[in-house]
Nanobody, 127 residues
Framework: QVQLVESGGGSVQAGGSLRLSCAAS????????MGWFRQAPGKPREGVAA????????YYAGSVKGRFTISQDNAKNTVYLQMNSLKPEDTAMYYC????????????????????WGQGTQVTVSS
């Protein structure tokens, strides 16, 4: 059974940085899509960043491009989201998701197809 465990959330002031981690376990195939999503109160869930571990292609929402970086550590089966220059509008619950049937650009074009989700970690950015 696939399990995703997020960590690294917290409270920071605007302009600060946080690094989220997502540790994956319970799978056998190596190449997959890993994504970070977020949901603020009263707003729909949105994709933030995704990575296809088969070729390390990365994808970003326009609102975070240049500030956030998604990366992977295959030895630790962990995906990270480095968040710099945080803004109050980045405040949300952040979720890690994974899917082993999506490939390449599908990691970003079919965000609603991710089949495994973590429990979420809260990020709060104060002005």
């Amino acid at each position: 059974q696939v399990q995703l465990v997020e960590s690294g959330g917290g409270s920071v002031q605007a302009g600060g940085s946080l690094r989220l981690s997502c540790a994956a376990s319970g799978y056998t195939r190596s190449s997959n899509c890993m994504g970070w999503f977020r949901q603020a109160p009263g707003k729909p869930r949105e994709g933030v960043a995704a990575i296809y571990t088969g070729d390390t292609s990365t994808y970003y929402a326009g609102s975070v491009k240049g500030r956030f970086t998604i990366s992977q550590d295959n030895a630790k089966n962990t995906v990270y989201l480095q968040m710099n220059s945080l803004k109050p509008e980045d405040t949300a619950m952040y979720y890690c998701a994974a899917d082993w049937d999506l490939v390449g650009l599908g990691c970003w074009k079919t965000l609603d197809k991710y089949s495994h989700w973590g429990q979420g970690t809260q990020v709060t950015v104060s002005s």
